[in-house]
Each structure stands twice: as structure tokens, then as C-alpha cells.
């Protein structure tokens, strides 16, 4: 029933009014006490309706008191006036009625402005709506854009209750959520401290809705309530008030946190008045929300474990190989020992056959260690432990050296071994000592592999490029530009099928073809033969006959800046453990970078090196973290752009880690030294 | 007679050896680990040192660094014996003054002509 105040006398109008009202369905109220007490009567009774007579004391005072001073303002004004009577305030008022009082325009004028008031308070409640409709839609478009910024699910379950917090004004919340080994947690963001019997009541809702969600399949992660870990915050303000199990009774919100077949949790929100249908539209949106990025995270996580196993994985296998070598080696010292002492007959004389079959056992020490050999030298290769000691140098007296210790072998067999070098050959930026070794391989397998009275040819010549047969080249680590020298074995021995060649240079390649396991060996020369090769930027050919022989030749860069520069950045690479690589070309002066680094406390170790090559490019290895590289590229690249350097051409090529060195000098080959 | 000191934690490789020296007209010692190694060193003024890497208590190249930097000792020549394993990678690269390197297994012939060298 609208709600009529009427601020008069008692008099006759008054009666006729109050009569005309109560015969129109309204209430009325009459007042004629003192300003204050009308003022609080009228925030008690809100009503739609104030009859005003103007002729009352203080009727201007209290009008516009009314009107700005209380919370009654969608309340409408009307003044009752004489008539032609003139006042200077009537438009705070929202209405007026002259008097005498016409029934018929008195219950008119009420019944519209009885309407007015409500269209008002409909209004204001319209706006009030929309204003928190406003406000949630603004947190969700922070929160989404905060769920995308990190990947980190504790993070992640932290942005949504404090969203759900501000949202929803929830009073309480109750959260099982899973991490990534499916152990579950109880959150509770509570207003006030809850009982122990309020925190076990709400694990046990969220355990049995989250079973009852997957009545008759199996659950995505098993549950039991015991020892339930339980994280709990509660707001500092209100930390002297209680919640108990009456919580419960409250209006609630509840939803699982999924997308598809992942699932993450369940939540449950608790609110003293009503959740209303935008409140569930939120809640709802919100879970949506984070379930998306959740996925992303799970998926992150699994695959940074995986990175980490396989990083392990790699590690023990090295190490494993190291190890096993070295324990190997160990016991193979005193055997050969021993078998010497014996053959050398200083432990007594032996007969012929036992000095036969001791050299036998002594031949295959022999051949043991060689491979031990080989399996370390694989391990340090792909580990990038094997140093390389690259200088300038001209090859011609190694290949004679490996000639005199192959001829001696070869005439054992009946086989020649002839070296043909070509006079002037060029210098090549090399390790001799891994030259030599790469040589000895080819030949050694050209050894095994040639029936006797067969002959080998070692060559050595320069050559372009262009010259070389791509198709016989064995996958390239680095693109063949420029001179090189070719070293070429030759023999005439049983030769390699056309579709076996690739094979031969995989480790172990000889225990998996059965058909050269006869003839020895595990087949690790030419797979350390090529990583060899790949340190150097060198390459490799093969061309062979079945039946007729093989010809093995192996490619190494003539002394070229570029390809030194790079070969030294790659040895370096194996003492860092990240690294940072800045190119700067024209170089003046590249103090600042280093003033650059010391300002940040990122410190050059020890074993950083500075490469230059001829002014003109400068690299800097760094050992230091992903977040330092990163932020030795942003304000080394800052202050690159200063115009004192723009001489300088500075050109930051990226911040690489150690793990690829392959890419590394891919990148480096794209930066066009 | 001169007097050799073969230092190395591995029985077997020292009897072999001290075995195969004594044929060749050598006096033998033996130590079975770097302390008594640098003990013996000291005290009987051996003529040449054949010295393992990876041994118990003091390892092999810390013992030659404390011999090569102590005028008293640092003519007695050492022949290192190594493995070339991964916890001798680790402390490889020092100076350690040793005058020759010898890797595991090794052949007599190569040890006698390392001897030679110094002693013949």
C-alpha cells in the first residue's frame, strides 16, 4: 500500500484530504511535530508520497531538507498552496495542488506521482544492478588478462578466489583443488575464522560433490578426506568473529573447474543474501576462465618434467659411458701387464702355442682399449667436453706420420699404403692432434676392411667447393662455401652397398649389420670421425663399390676468418654454461657493454672469452642465467641505440643457452659475418 | 741401482709393474696410496716417481704439484699414469709440473722408454 505523509495542521483541509486518501487504498500519516522529528519520520516511514501545506511553519525549510538532505529522494513533494499564491521554492517541490482541494485532482495527482516513485526506485535499482554488472565484468577483464600471464596453477587458483573475492562478496569459500600430482588441497577464503566442524563440513561437501560428479566413471584423482592439507585465509578485520556449521544454510554457488577431460577441482561459495542471476553468470564465466589457462599450465608443467628427465637421462648416459669406460680400463692395465710379464718369459719360459695364444689375449687388449678409447672420445664429443685445440696449420706432416704408422701395419697384411700430397697445399685452421685422428680412423677401417695384396691411397689436395659431389656428401653440419683441402683414402677393399652408406656413420652401426660383424670392431670410429669433422665445419664423402673398394674423403675449410670465428665460438660454447652472444660490427669500442654487465653485477667468468674478428665483429660469452641474458639483450640493445654508437652498426643477435649449439651456429651463419 | 717408486692404489697394477722394473735392473717401492706415496717420495729419495691420478687421500697430480714446487724434490722426475676418466677431467688443466703422461692400459715398452729418458 503507497505510503502518504501529510506535514499540516490539523484542520479542515487535512481531514478532507486524509479522508479522500484512505478512500483511495493509501496510507497516510499526519505530522505536525517539530522539523527534527518529521526529518526521521520520514527516512523511517520512505514514503511515496509528502503533502506539504505551505502554510505550515518552516514549510520551505523543510522542503528542501527533504529534498537534498535525506535518503528519501525518488520520494515525491507536492505542495498544497492557496490559490494564485506564489512561493520562490516551489521548484524543489515536484508537484503542487491548489487549495481548496478538488477530490478528483487530489487523487489524480497522487495516483501519477504514486507511479512517478516507483518508475524512480525501479530506476535506481535498474542503475544500482547495472553499476555492479559494470564492476564484475571489469575484474573479469582483469582477471582473464591476468590468467594469461602466468603459468603457475597456484598462481593461477590465487587470481580466481580473489576475483570470486571481489566479484561476489562471497562470506565464505571452500576449494579442492588438484596440482599436478593430483594431490588434493582445501582452500578456505573465509570473512571470518570458521569452526573445525565448519572446515570439515565443507571438505566433505566438495569431496562427496566432486565424487557425485562422476557417479559411475572412475575419478580423475583419488581422494580421501584424511590429512587433507588445508590452506586458510581469512580476512584480518573480522578475525575476532566466529562462522559455524550455519554457514551452510546460506545461499550457495557451486561448479567443477574442467575443460574437456581435464579436470582440476571443485568450488563452493557461500553468501549471506541471495546469489543473484548476474552473480552465477559471473561465478560462472570466472571457472570457465581459469580452467582454460589451468590446462595450459598442466600441459607446461608435464612438459618441463619431461625436459628435465630427458636432461637426466642424457647426463647419466654420458656419465654412464664415461664411468664404465674408465672402470673398464682400470683392470685392462694389470692384465696387459701381466700378459707381457709372461710373454717376455722373465716369470719362466713357455712353449710356442702358449706364447701364440697370449698374443692372442694381448691382441685383443689391445683392441679393448681401443674401444674404450673410442666410447670416451663419443661421450666427450657429444657432451662437448673434447677440447679442441684449433691453430693454423699445414697438414702435410701429420699424414706422413700416419702413413709410416699404417705402412708398417699394412705390410702385415701385404697391403701398400702410398701418400700423395700436393706441393703447396694450404694451411687449414685445425686441431692436428683430431686431424690425425680422423685420418688414422679412415685408414684403420680401410686397413680391416681391404683383402690382402690390396693397396691404400692417402691424397691430399686443395679444392673449391664447387668442386665437391653433393650427393656423396654425408649429411653437412655446416654449409660448404669456399676452399678446402681433401684428403681422400682410397682402397681396394670389399666397398659399402649404396643404401648402407648413411648407416655406417650412426654409433654402434657394425653390431647391428651382421654381415661386417666378422671383421671388427663396434663401428664408433666414423661416427666420431664426422663429429670431428662437424667441430672443424668440415664434410665428408663416401663413394664405393661392392667388390671394388671404397673412397673416403674428408673436406677441411682453408684458414677463412668467418669459419674460425664460429669454430672458436663453438669451443668456447663448451666451457659456459649460458651463454651470450652479441655481434657488433665495425667495432670501436665495446667497453660500455661491459660497464654494462659490471653496473648489473653479471660478471664475465672466468672462462668467458671475448672473440674478435679483425674489428670488424666481437663476440662475448657470458656465464649466466636465462633472466640476466634477457636483460643483458634489452639494455645492451637500449643503449645501442644511442647515436655515439651508431657507427658501430651494433647488431645483437639473440641470447642463446648452450643447449643447441647447432642452432647457435645456424644463427651465427644467418648473421651474414 | 736406481731406485724407482711406483705410487697407485690398484694392487695388481703395482706388482706388475715393480715385476717387470725389477727384471729390468730397477730398485721398487710401492706406496698403495697418495699419503704414503708423498711419505715414501720424501723419505727415500726414490730417482723417478710413477704416479696414478685418482687415488685415496691425496690425489696423484696434487701430489706431483707438492713434489715439483719443493727445490728439495722437484728434479726427481714423474711419469703420471692416467685413466682419463670424468673426476680426472675435472681436475685436469692445472699445472701440475709432471714430466711425462702415460695413459692406462699402458704398454711396458712405453713406461721402460719414458724411464730411459730420464734414468738412461
New interface residues.
Given amino acids: 500500500m503507497p505510503k502518504i505523509l501529510l506535514i499540516s495542521e490539523l484542520n479542515e483541509t487535512t481531514r478532507e484530504i486524509s479522508q479522500y486518501i484512505e478512500q483511495n487504498d493509501c496510507k497516510y500519516f499526519l505530522c505536525e511535530q517539530n522539523e527534527e522529528n518529521i526529518l526521521r519520520q520520514v527516512e523511517e516511514i520512505n514514503p511515496s508520497i509528502i503533502l506539504i501545506d505551505v502554510d505550515y511553519n518552516n514549510a520551505e525549510f523543510l522542503t528542501k531538507q527533504i529534498k537534498t538532505q535525506t535518503q528519501a529522494q525518488n520520494t515525491q513533494v507536492i505542495l498544497l498552496l492557496d490559490k494564485n499564491q506564489d512561493i520562490a521554492y516551489l521548484n524543489f517541490a515536484d508537484g503542487f495542488i491548489t487549495k481548496p482541494i478538488n477530490k478528483n485532482i487530489l487523487i489524480h495527482t497522487l495516483n501519477s506521482h504514486i507511479k512517478i516513485k516507483k518508475t524512480l526506485e525501479q530506476m535506481s535499482e535498474n542503475n544500482k544492478e547495472l553499476a555492479r554488472s559494470l564492476y564484475q565484468l571489469n575484474v573479469l577483464y582483469n582477471t582473464s588478462s591476468q590468467f594469461t600471464g602466468t603459468l603457475d596453477k597456484s598462481k593461477l587458483y590465487k587470481i580466481m578466489l580473489e576475483a570470486l573475492e571481489k566479484t561476489l562478496s562471497f562470506d565464505i569459500s571452500s576449494a579442492l583443488l588438484f596440482d599436478s600430482q593430483g594431490e588434493a588441497k582445501l582452500y578456505i577464503n573465509s570473512l571470518c575464522e570458521p569452526t573445525e566442524n565448519l572446515k570439515e563440513a565443507l571438505g566433505m561437501r566438495l569431496v562427496l560433490s566432486y565424487k557425485n560428479l562422476f557417479e559411475k566413471q572412475t575419478l580423475p584423482h583419488d581422494i580421501t578426506l584424511d590429512g587433507i592439507e588445508i590452506v586458510q585465509n581469512i580476512k584480518p578485520s573480522h578475525i575476532q568473529n566466529i562462522f559455524d556449521l550455519r554457514v551452510l544454510n546460506y545461499d550457495s554457488l557451486f561448479a567443477p573447474i574442467k575443460v574437456g577431460e581435464d579436470f582440476f577441482g571443485v568450488i563452493e561459495l557461500f553468501r549471506k543474501t541471495p546469489f543473484l542471476k548476474e552473480d552465477v553468470t559471473c561465478f560462472q564465466t570466472l571457472i570457465h576462465q581459469v580452467a582454460l589457462p589451468l590446462r595450459s599450465a598442466t600441459l607446461y608443467e608435464e612438459i618441463k618434467n619431461t625436459n628435465i628427465k630427458l636432461e637426466r637421462l642424457e647426463r647419466l648416459k654420458s656419465d654412464f659411458v664415461s664411468i664404465v669406460s674408465h672402470e673398464l680400463r682400470t683392470p685392462l692395465t694389470p692384465i696387459n701387464n701381466s700378459l707381457e710379464i709372461v710373454l717376455s718369459e722373465q716369470a719362466g719360459p713357455i712353449s710356442d702355442d702358449a706364447k701364440n695364444f697370449i698374443n692372442m689375449a694381448k691382441r685383443n687388449v689391445v683392441r679393448l682399449s681401443g674401444i674404450i678409447e673410442d666410447l670416451l672420445d663419443l661421450s666427450r664429443v657429444q657432451t662437448g667436453k673434447l677440447d679442441f685445440k684449433y691453430k693454423v696449420a699445414n697438414l702435410a706432416p701429420s699424414l706422413e706420420l700416419i702413413q709410416k704408422t699404417f705402412e708398417q701395419s699394412g705390410q702385415e697384411k701385404n697391403i701398400t699404403v702410398s701418400l700423395d700430397v700436393e706441393k703447396n697445399l694450404p694451411e687449414v685452421y685445425a686441431d692436428t692432434h683430431r686431424v690425425e685422428q680422423i685420418i688414422s680412423n679412415l685408414v684403420t677401417n680401410a686397413l680391416k676392411f681391404t683383402p690382402e695384396g690390396g693397396s691404400i691411397k692417402i691424397t691430399a689436395k686443395k679444392i673449391d667447393s664447387g668442386e665437391i659431389n653433393q650427393e656423396l656428401l654425408v649429411s653437412p653440419f655446416y654449409p660448404l662455401s669456399g676452399e678446402y683441402v681433401k684428403i681422400s683414402t682410397k682402397d681396394t677393399g670389399i666397398g659399402i652397398k649404396k643404401e648402407d652408406i648413411p648407416k655406417i656413420f650412426e654409433k654402434f652401426s657394425q653390431i647391428e649389420n651382421s654381415l661386417t660383424r666378422n671383421i671388427g670392431g663396434v663401428g664408433l670410429g666414423l661416427s666420431i670421425t664426422k663429429q670431428l669433422l662437424d667441430a672443424h665445419l668440415g664434410a665428408i664423402t663416401v663413394e664405393s663399390k661392392e667388390g671394388e673398394g671404397s673412397d673416403f674423403s674428408v673436406y677441411l675449410p682453408l684458414t677463412d676468418e668467418k669459419k674460425c670465428f664460429i669454430m672458436d665460438i663453438n669451443q668456447a660454447l663448451g666451457c659456459t654454461e649460458e651463454v651470450g652472444i652479441l655481434s657488433i660490427k665495425e667495432n670501436e669500442n665495446c667497453g660500455f657493454i661491459e660497464e654494462i654487465l659490471n653496473q648489473n653485477l653479471i660478471k664475465l667468468t672466468k672462462k668467458s672469452k671475448e672473440l674478435k674478428l679483425k674489428d670488424k665483429y666481437f663476440a662475448l660469452l657470458v656465464n649466466i642465467n636465462q633472466s640476466a641474458l634477457e636483460f643483458m639483450e634489452k639494455s645492451v640493445m637500449e643503449e645501442a641505440k644511442k647515436p655515439q654508437w651508431e657507427k658501430c652498426g651494433i647488431v645483437l643477435k639473440k641470447v642463446f643457452s648452450k643447449q643447441d649449439g647447432k642452432d647457435l651456429l645456424k644463427i651465427l651463419n644467418k648473421i651474414n659475418l | 741401482m736406481k731406485k724407482i717408486l711406483i705410487v697407485d692404489d690398484?694392487k695388481?697394477?703395482v706388482?706388475?709393474?715393480a715385476?717387470?722394473l725389477k727384471?729390468k735392473g730397477f730398485e721398487c717401492i710401492c706406496a698403495y696410496d697418495g699419503e704414503e706415496g708423498l711419505k715414501l717420495a720424501k723419505e727415500s729419495s726414490p730417482d723417478l716417481i710413477i704416479l696414478d691420478v685418482m687415488m685415496p687421500k691425496i690425489n696423484g697430480y696434487k701430489i706431483c704439484r707438492l713434489l715439483k714446487y719443493d727445490s728439495k724434490y722437484k728434479n726427481i722426475p714423474i711419469i703420471m699414469v692416467t685413466?682419463?676418466?670424468?673426476e680426472e677431467?675435472k681436475i685436469i688443466g692445472e699445472e701440475t709440473g709432471a714430466d711425462e703422461y702415460i695413459t692406462?692400459?699402458?704398454?711396458?715398452n712405453d713406461i721402460i722408454e719414458a724411464i730411459n729418458r730420464y734414468l738412461g
Fill in positions: 690398484e695388481d697394477i706388482e706388475t709393474l715385476f717387470m727384471s685413466a682419463r676418466s670424468q677431467d692406462k692400459p699402458f704398454e711396458f
